[in-house]
């Protein structure tokens, strides 16, 4: 294989990102951690937020875009935040990079047991224009199985709670095919959320990521995964069942009513430049992608010692991003075209060596091709990470 | 240099019982080697050899040692230690006049070591024993004295005790060695001879050829005639190891060191020729080598069909360095164009193709080891072949002879039972037992050669906690009542999976073999049938269902990298695949049809 020879750029720019670059915040505390999930989070019990608070504007004043396209507060869990802090974050990364005007989208992730009212009534009053509430389950035995320290009557109450605050955009977060779920239980569940009239649903297969409490009870047999046709079935039933009701699927997972996709979310898998502040957040700006440090304590010390939190930093070279650009493009409804990836890729080689592998996978079934584009076939979406894996061995 | 201050020698040893640290000690204690230049085993020098803990090839070093004012020239010859490398030893061992049998004190002898120190004797070489790792506390040498002197006759009662690890006793061993090591007996006067004990290439200087003078001198600028394959070269370069190249100018009788003369030609040189004077006397060849016995066949296929060129290339640049394997073209129904390989055994065959995957880069696909099987034709004509492919079907021939091994295992005696049980489930045939001492016993059996490579080895490991050695010769060939097994997958028969079993263990390896390659083969967008068959007839299926859902649910921003990790991980171990029909068939499940680590029952 043919590799590009580049001179090496292998370190993210040092200082701030281009103007209009998509903004990333993480705030990593939760009441609790859910025992499924893998994003770095601490617990917010006995944490003392301020120092964090002041180190994330110490870090944007440093790093952090002008005027960001699109700006998403992740976590962890940052409705858990107090209005007051919540004010002292957002008043000061508007004073640093003047979002309020610019961005087209602001996400905030947020939890039924800390959003009510008032909550999202100073989060819109901050520049949120989207609410992310995560759901995750209508079953209250499945929400414990989860970790959840909410109910399913608080989640309905915290969206509700949402629209009478004035948001106009929210999405609601699902996990399915979990040990012992019901199909048809799935579908009643999912009738319920959709009566709701949500503007966005992410719904994602259950995964047993590493290093987390479902991982080792799937080991220890304590858990046990559903069959394969019955993960295949409940994939089919949420995309049916959702289409039917005027959602699209523009992403493997995630599903909205017309135009109201996340265009932030959008941008990650266009494989476009992202600028994350907090602790274990990952930029990628130009060809380089770096991130910070997994630990609140290291965070803060580091930004406050030297503005920069970032343990590792990587620059894939010309292939190895084109490689990237379209497994994680295939990963879009829209798909992609040759020329756009090797755009979207920096990749100026004259020799292709992954549109022949998209041809044929093409030929095989497993892609379809619309015009010049390449996208995921109905055969293809459950096997997308099969075809992705075909980009990186060609 | 006077012959009579030259000593050749070199070390026996088993794998861990200390003969490169022993030697890098000589080295030290010598000045040969700064102690800080010093790199741990500074004679295995293919990192291969240094991963496994063995000497593959030979390899020389010339050492000062000084005693009662004397300065003596010590050539040491490295030999390998394994079963396998036979021939490389009686190379080594025909280039000295004496060697160290080192034994571990704490371990005691084992069966390789006892093979090679046979060699020495009947290559009329003086034996000193030498008993290692005395600082352990373990160590019990009067135990092991008897050991040596029960299993291989010869007197250890005044045997050299080092610890080589510390440096004990090396200055003495030395010393022994220049008392009791026979000088050599070349004469300075005679027409030059020397014996090529070995060979590597390198890309800048063409073959350096590893010799040891027996008669007369050799100089730089003389022109040598290589007797077998008849071939002049001029002397450029002569050396010695010192342990680096240094140059010498000129060698004498008795000495071993380095000729270079920038030879490309990779047939030109091999190993076991005599070198002498261009248009001088005429000389006789020094005592035949016995040429290397492949006992062991497998044949190599490109991953890429595009790479058989470059492996072509491969071998022949590795065939220089290693002469003992063969190669010879082939064609696979299922893989393409390959080549059959012969080697000495099992663990020649493994080193042959991980140093070309890492010298040469070469992605491979190695069908299954077998052994030759003798073919006796309805016209009483015999033929050999070297792959199961090549057997006649049953109407074609009279009768079907095997390769059938002497082996050797030495054991602690608390393990005979085990060694006793897989000995009869490999078609072993008990031949008799001796006690070598109060704890340690030589078991000696007649097992069909295919059944040691079948997966006797690990057996022997496993159920001798790692304890149990082997060593084995071939007694000869026996009729048995083969058959041939044949895999089919998806109705398709593959070529490169056929073997040759005994009738009686025929249902059981079938079973086994499809149900590894179950395990070995990913699933596929569609369901993959496996079927084992005798002839005509199916004795085994299994389903590899198909791949229905396979999909990360979740993937955003920070994400990405860590789902990128898991699907090269997830592709990891794919490089080495071949695609038969539609299905990727990794290395794996190629080498299904040997035994190891099947579930039981």
């Known amino acids: 294989m043919p590799r590009a020879p580049e001179a090496p750029p292998p370190t993210l720019p040092r200082g701030r990102a281009p103007a209009g670059t998509p903004l990333y915040v993480h705030l990593p505390f939760c009441a609790a951690k859910c025992h499924y999930c893998d994003f770095f989070s601490v617990a917010a019990e006995g944490h003392d937020r301020r120092p964090t608070v002041a180190a994330?504007?110490?870090?944007?004043?440093?790093?952090?875009?002008?005027?960001?396209?699109?700006?998403?507060?992740?976590?962890?869990?940052?409705?858990?935040?107090?209005s007051a802090e919540l004010r002292a974050l957002f008043d000061g990364l508007e004073r640093v990079t003047g979002f309020r005007g610019a961005a087209c989208e602001v996400t905030v992730e947020c939890n039924p047991e800390s959003l009510d009212e008032a909550k999202a009534a100073t989060l819109l009053e901050l520049g949120?224009?989207?609410?992310s509430i995560g759901f995750q389950a209508l079953d209250d035995a499945a929400l414990k199985l989860f970790g959840r320290v909410h109910d399913a009557a608080q989640a309905f109450e915290a969206y509700r709670a949402a629209r009478r605050a004035g948001a106009r955009e929210i999405n609601i977060d699902l996990i399915y095919a979990w040990p012992g779920q019901d199909l048809a239980a799935w579908r009643a569940d999912l009738d319920r959320v959709l009566d709701l009239g949500p503007d966005h649903i992410s719904a994602y297969n259950l995964t047993f990521?590493?290093?987390?409490?479902?991982?080792?009870?799937?080991?220890?047999?304590?858990?046990?995964?559903?069959?394969?046709?019955?993960?295949?079935?409940?994939?089919?039933a949420t995309r049916s069942r959702l289409a039917e009701r005027g959602y699209g699927a523009y992403e493997v997972s995630n599903f909205a009513l017309s135009g109201l996709h996340a265009r932030h979310n959008v941008n990650y898998w266009q494989n476009g430049p992202y600028l994350g502040l907090g602790p274990s957040a990952v930029s990628k700006i130009g060809t380089a992608r770096g991130g910070n440090v997994k630990s609140v304590g290291d965070y803060v010390r580091r930004i406050r010692e030297q503005g920069d939190a970032r343990v590792w930093e990587e620059a894939p070279d010309a292939l190895a991003r084109l490689r990237e650009t379209w497994w994680?493009?295939?990963r879009l409804a829209e798909g992609l075209s040759a020329a756009e990836a090797r755009a979207r890729a920096g990749f100026d080689l004259p020799e292709d060596p992954l549109q022949p592998i998209a041809e044929r996978l093409a030929d095989d079934g497993l892609l379809e091709r619309r015009g010049v584009r390449f996208a995921l076939s109905p055969r293809g979406l459950p096997l997308a990470d099969w075809v992705a894996r075909k980009f990186l061995e060609g | 240099m006077d012959t009579k201050h030259i000593r050749n020698f070199c070390i026996i040893a088993h794998i861990d019982h200390g003969k490169s640290t022993l030697a890098d000690r000589m080295l030290e204690v010598t000045g040969a080697v700064d102690k800080r230049d010093m790199r741990a085993q500074l004679l295995d020098s293919m990192d291969l050899e240094r991963e496994r803990g063995i000497t593959i090839k030979a390899s020389a070093v010339t050492i000062w040692h000084k005693k009662d004012g004397v300065r003596y020239e010590l050539n040491l010859i490295d030999t390998p230690g394994h079963v396998d490398f036979n021939y490389e030893?009686?190379?080594?061992?025909?280039?000295?006049?004496?060697?160290?049998?080192?034994?571990?004190?704490?371990?005691?002898?084992?069966a390789q070591t006892v093979a090679n120190a046979y060699l020495a004797v009947e290559a009329d070489l003086t034996v000193l024993p030498v008993l290692n790792k005395l600082d352990l506390p373990h160590a019990r040498p009067e135990v092991v004295q008897e050991e040596i002197e029960n299993s291989i006759g010869i007197d250890a009662a005044d045997a050299a005790r080092v610890s080589a690890k510390s440096g004990l006793g090396v200055n003495e061993l030395l010393d022994r060695i220049v008392d009791r090591i026979p000088a050599p007996k070349g004469e300075p006067d005679a027409p030059l001879r020397c014996l090529i004990f070995d060979a590597v290439y390198n890309e800048y200087r063409g073959i350096i050829v590893y010799l040891r003078v027996v008669d007369?001198?050799?100089?730089?600028?003389?022109?040598?005639?290589?007797?077998?394959?008849?071939?002049?070269?001029?002397?450029?370069?002569?050396?010695?190891?010192?342990?680096?190249?240094?140059?010498?100018?000129?060698?004498?009788?008795?000495?071993?060191?380095?000729?270079i003369s920038n030879i490309k030609k990779l047939g030109d040189v091999r190993i076991g020729d005599t070198m002498t004077r261009h248009k001088g006397p005429k000389v006789a060849m020094l005592p035949g080598y016995r040429p290397p016995m492949h006992m062991v066949y497998a044949d190599f296929f490109p991953t890429n069909t595009g790479d058989f060129e470059s492996l072509r290339e491969a071998l022949e640049t590795l065939s220089l360095s290693d002469s003992s394997f063969s190669f010879?073209?082939?064609?696979?129904?299922?893989?393409?164009?390959?080549?059959?390989c012969g080697f000495l055994g099992l663990l020649h065959m493994e080193i042959v193709q991980e140093r070309l995957e890492r010298e040469h880069d070469i992605d491979m696909i190695q069908t299954a080891p077998t052994v030759t099987y003798k073919i006796v034709l309805k016209d009483g004509s015999e033929v050999e072949i070297h792959s199961p492919g090549q057997l006649p079907s049953p109407d074609k021939y009279e009768q079907i002879l095997e390769p059938s091994a002497r082996v050797t295992v030495m054991t602690p005696a608390e393990y005979i039972g085990n060694v006793m049980t897989i000995a009869n489930d490999h078609r072993g045939t008990y031949v008799r037992q001796d006690h070598l001492s109060p704890t340690r016993v030589q078991l000696v059996y007649d097992i069909p050669l295919a059944e040691l490579i079948y997966d006797f080895f690990d057996k022997l490991k496993s159920?001798?906690?790692?304890?149990?050695?082997?060593?084995?010769?071939?007694?000869?060939?026996?009729?048995?009542?083969?058959?041939?097994?044949?895999?089919?997958?998806n109705g398709k028969e593959v070529d490169a999976l056929t073997s040759i079993v005994h009738k009686d263990q025929a249902e059981k390896r079938g079973r086994s073999a499809i149900k590894k390659m179950r395990k070995e083969i990913a699933r596929h967008q569609f369901e993959i049938a496996l079927q084992a068959a005798i002839g005509a007839r199916i004795i085994a299926r299994e389903t590899i269902s198909a791949l229905r859902k396979d999909v990360t649910a979740k993937c955003y921003g920070g994400d990405i990298t860590r789902k990128r990790k898991l699907l090269e991980k997830q592709k990891e171990g794919k490089r080495r695949m071949r695609q038969i029909g539609n299905v990727d068939i990794p290395q794996k499940a190629f080498l299904a049809v040997l035994g190891g680590d099947e579930e039981e029952g």
């Open chain 1, 209 to 236: 990521e590493e290093d987390t409490a479902f991982r080792r009870w799937l080991e220890d047999g304590a858990l046990s995964k559903p069959d394969e046709e019955l993960e295949l079935a409940f994939f089919e």
């Open chain 2, 328 to 340: 010879e073209a082939v064609t696979s129904e299922a893989l393409g164009f390959g080549f059959r």
């Open chain 1, 128 to 131: 949120a224009t989207r609410l």
């Open chain 2, 463 to 489: 159920s001798t906690r790692g304890y149990g050695t082997l060593n084995y010769e071939i007694s000869g060939y026996a009729e048995s009542e083969l058959v041939k097994l044949r895999i089919l997958v």
């Open chain 1, 56 to 82: 994330l504007l110490a870090e944007a004043e440093r790093w952090a875009p002008r005027e960001p396209r699109t700006v998403f507060f992740g976590g962890g869990t940052p409705s858990l935040l107090e």
């Open chain 1, 328 to 330: 994680l493009g295939l």
């Open chain 2, 216 to 259: 007369g001198t050799i100089k730089e600028r003389d022109l040598i005639h290589m007797l077998g394959t008849d071939t002049v070269y001029e002397a450029i370069e002569i050396g010695r190891f010192t342990p680096t190249m240094k140059r010498a100018g000129e060698l004498g009788p008795g000495e071993v060191g380095y000729f």
């Open chain 2, 89 to 110: 030893v009686q190379k080594a061992l025909q280039a000295c006049e004496g060697a160290l049998l080192l034994v571990d004190a704490s371990q005691g002898v084992e």
